[in-house]
């Protein structure tokens, strides 16, 4: 198996770099950055979540030490199939900052062929809802 790396497109977040990383530490939020309708069985506390993503397994995550306010990093839990970290990178800008998600995972070149995009997709998907969230919830 090889390393793979599959990241989200960047977005620029109408709010703090502060914000959005306090926003990303509560896994109990990422329920409203899921793609509609891609997940089902949604359990979370502030530093754990599992949830299964349509078609796919139970996936599980869990809070890291990450780098306030630079980055949070999520871990796969005893219940993922598969070991992965999850990164979000949020970058400071003069408007808020810019949002990227980055896993890092073992995938065979197989896997990575057949997963690359809709992983992609669903991160892309997530950094989006994340933006609007924002959007909608100025001082939240």
Known sequence: MANTVISSQTYDIPASQERVFTWLSD???????????????????ESDCSFIIKGMSTIGMEIKPGIPPQQVHMHSSRVSPIVFDLYGHIDPT?????????????MTPFVK????????????SMTANIKAQMEAHPQS
């Open 113 to 124: 062929m057949v997963a690359e995009k809709p992983l992609t997709s669903f991160f892309d």
């Open 27 to 45: 896994l109990r939020n990422l329920e409203s950055a899921m793609p509609q309708g891609k997940i089902s069985n949604w359990k979370a506390t």
């Open 94 to 106: 003069d408007q808020g900052c810019r949002l990227r998600f980055e896993m890092i995972t073992d």
